[in-house]
């Protein structure tokens, strides 16, 4: 990663309120502050760990406006509104110049079907595929040895990247980023049980994905039996994440990594599942609700609830039980004791 | 998705018994009865849904032969021996549509060793590798991206979807179909503690996939230490499953998404794992075994038995359990209760 | 897998203190001594098999010096000081022979930019994706269909096997084994819930991977916010392994299959997980820690401990609770009639 800023460029991203000290140092990494050594850039985001600026090694940190501590030789303290903000800014700039914008066009080596639809506003990288009757929308960055399927649909602005799949006639939103190895409408999973073999019940709908998607590297959504599995606007899914076919995920929900949902089960808007959270199929997960890491759901969960454990059960009952299991060998004990005080009374 | 079927269409595919009313519109789509549209077929599977047939906007609905209702304007009933059938018929007639039987021959970005066979019905598309030594069968499709390793081979009428890896001198049967980014023949986790440090146990075995089996996406079965990880015909499995090395699974066993089988374990045929189980290393799950969702078994299984939980335990006995679990708060205050009466009574 | 060794090369490789029997076979395969037949070579690793020796149809079987029995006709025993220590050295061999070095140079349909650095001595395969600025050190061998990305570097004698992903400036220390499908350096986790969406955290960080590194099949390992993700020198983690931004791994770790390391979580040195095991983020797992499948660590876990379960205790607690458990059903009417007997004592 070669970033090199000075602190005069820190300086214009951040548009410090104040400015204490200064440094010669070119900023070439980010770290926070116990870490952070000369040539880095850190910041307090924390109050808490107010201590640890005293003794930073960073050349550069953003600290808030009503800080009250000094620089030491060679650093330079930008004061902010908040410093969480400004960092965010430094690392936008940062982001744009790890993933510059891409150039347009189609790469030689790329093979794409004289019927599909490639804007010249759209970069198709090496050795991607696009099959035929594919549309790729305005600007979709397909990054290398991607795939497309056949009459699948690629929103405004998508950025696919290496290794990613699209299969046939699903449809992407705006706006949408598939971390690697990503693979979008593989066959669900339905068979029917005839004279001891397993029939395949084929897939034949789609998969759709809303605006502003993101699905994390190497999860999968699978294409719905008929009809379609949805992901809903704004939804963020972790890495190795699987959707199996007919379910609905609705709006801005966030899908931990790890997490199984099963067939045909719909998420309401703003569900946050923990990872290695597993749902059982055709149940409904209310809006809002919660569940944490490993919870498996095998009933439907009302709207801003808040589940845990397997079968998951509201979270603070779970936490009870959870400590009580560990009192369960001294649990044993004392019953033991009770019914021997009994036997000796009568 | 462009489908496209007149009804006259769907009637030459379904064959209905008898027929009331009809309809002007072209069906684009398949639906539940209760989310169709005008365009869309619908059909009654579950006697259950009957009353959802007299709002249905479906263009075609599929029913039994002794449904009662009469259609609705613009709308068609076909009557059918079994709604079920008829929709997997016009199904199957939609998957040729969507995937139609590929063109054979080795596309031109195709690297292809020329040691490997590949007779002239197969299909390898575009982006693919086939390395030394391999051997394809007849018709087989290699879609595209794909990936099969030296003197691996493949058997008749296979299916690899884009990003699908075969590694060296794997096996695959006939029409086994693998989802994207489907892994076979992936290094066994295999490592002997030396000296503070974990030397590789080479992996030199290799995997079988017997004839019919399916894969989902992004799944990975391992090569053996030696001899052969196998997986037996008529075995489904669902997407991001692991098969470690060494491990035999039976024929026409189901695992679901996520489930992850430790090294050198069998599973006889007919078993049926729900989604996330794990289970431990060299152990046996007797034939038609089934585990619920992220059971963890880790000891053998009797054949035909039910399991449930994390150590797996018979599935009724766990459901106990697990109510009971949750009574344990109200558990421990009686017992507090009896000991504080017995305190009394002395 | 086409292997051919004669008993006499087998000899030369495992160098026998002693011989017993002869055989005109050509060993073809390696099996268990039970499932070995004609052309196989066999071993007796643990002395508790031994009286599989003599029913074996190995051809070719690896004894201990002090091993009594003698071979059937047409079979050899080979006497050595460690039957596995001589097995590893044939498996060796094989490996050789399965996996030859490639011939050094840039595949034809490769496509590798013109900044990218890539020595004579490297192999860049048929269809791999080499971005500008990117490193590869010696004999550093890209199979097929690998992508490396901007600025990203490989150390010497790494191995990347099909589908492998190295996103932008992640760096590969020395002898790194990828298996098919990992994805280095997707986006870490990262979003803030303004005004009712999530907002992307631009995650700028790398990755960072040690030397002698081996990661399973469609691992995953994603970059930092900032700073970096690192997995230690010697580490090796299994497939479908999930490490999320910011997270340190040690040295010398195993990772189980379809383990989940959540954000900014620290392993120290020769940590153990077992399979499907998740851990919370911002935790620190001690030095030598081990933790049983599918467990769920929740909080710090001390140097050298053993913990089992969800919430994660200490091993024999939760082997003990778990066995209460069962014996749940008792207690429950076990307390029930200590409750029936002092209502009839009152």
Redesign the interface.
Known sequence: ???SFTAAEIAAIAGPRSTRGSTSETVR????LD?AGPGDLSFLGNPKYKSAVASTKASVVLLPEDFAGVPQPNQVFFLVEKPSVAL?QI??R??QS??PRPVPGI?P?A?VDPTARVPASATV???C?V?A?AVLGERVHLQ??V?I???ATVGDDCWL???V?V???CELGRRV?L???V?IG??G?G?EFVQ???E???????VTIGD?V?I???S?V?RA???RTAVGE?T?I???V?V?HNVVVGK?C?L???V?I?GSTTLEDYVVLG??V?T?GHIRIGKGAKAG??A?I?TDVAPGSFVN???A?PYL?ER???V??????D??R??DR??A??RD?E
Chains 1, 2, 3 share one sequence.
Request: aromatic share 6%; hydrophobic share 35%.
């Open positions: 990663m070669q970033i990494g980010l770290a926070g870490d965010a690392c936008t940062i982001e790890l993933w790469h080596t093979s990288g090496p050795l595929v099959e009757g290398a040895q795939f399927g056949r009459e990247m290496p290794g799949v299969a046939t006639a980023r971390q690697p190895g693979v593989g066959d999973f068979y001891g073999r397993h395949k019940i084929p897939q034949v709908g789609i502003d993101e994390g590297a190497n999968t699978d039996r008929f009809s704004g963020k972790d890495n190795l699987m199996a801005h966030l931990c990594a790890q199984g099963s990872g290695q597993g059982g890491g490993q498996g095998t454990g397997t079968p059960i009952l009870k039980v959870a009580l299991q560990q009192r369960l060998p649990l044993f004392r019953v009770l019914e005080q009994l009374a």
